[in-house]
Each structure stands twice: as structure tokens, then as C-alpha cells.
């Protein structure tokens, strides 16, 4: 599966984590360009992301995370 591919699909997630239709992220999102983006909301966010994918991320993987990017990325190293 390609980044773009998993780019789509997670701004599909976050919309519905988020319950906001207006979301619309890019490689380069971070927490801070999306407002209801808190610690709470974070770790429903990366559970959907893992139920979706039926993957597992390592705690090291999910430290590492700066923007919706590096999360596009560590879901296609876990799909492979």
C-alpha cells in the first residue's frame, strides 16, 4: 500500500476519532494543527489507526512519531 493510500485513510480516521469533517491532513500535520488533538484523543487515535490496520505499533515506534508522516510511514513498515 502507498503512503498517499494510507495518507487518505488515516485523514479518514481522524475525522471520525476526531468528529470533525474538516480535517484534512498532509505529511506535515502535527498536534498542534489540529485542535482537538489532545493526549486523550492521541491514543484513540493511534487504536483506530492499529484496529484499521490490524497492526501493533512499539512503544519506541510511537515516541518517534513527529507528524501524520512518520505515522503514514511506521503503518506501511508494519504492513510489510
Known amino acids: 500500500m502507498k503512503e498517499s493510500e494510507i495518507l487518505k485513510e488515516i485523514n479518514k480516521i481522524f475525522i471520525d476519532v476526531f ?4 480535517i484534512v491532513l498532509t505529511e506535515a500535520t502535527t498536534t498542534t ?3 482537538a488533538w489532545d493526549s486523550l484523543n492521541h491514543i ?3 487504536t483506530a489507526v492499529e484496529k484499521h490496520y490490524k497492526i501493533r505499533f512499539k ?3 510511537l ?3 513527529k ?3 512518520d ?3 511506521g503503518v506501511e513498515q ?3
Do not use: A
Not at 19 to 22: A, V
Open 71 to 73: 505515522l503514514c510511514r
Open 59 to 61: 512503544l519506541n515506534d
Open 78 to 80: 508494519n504492513l510489510h
Open 63 to 65: 515516541l518517534n512519531f
Open 44 to 46: 484513540r487515535m493511534i
Open 19 to 22: 468528529e470533525d469533517n474538516s
Open 67 to 69: 507528524n501524520v508522516g
Open 33 to 35: 494543527d489540529v485542535e
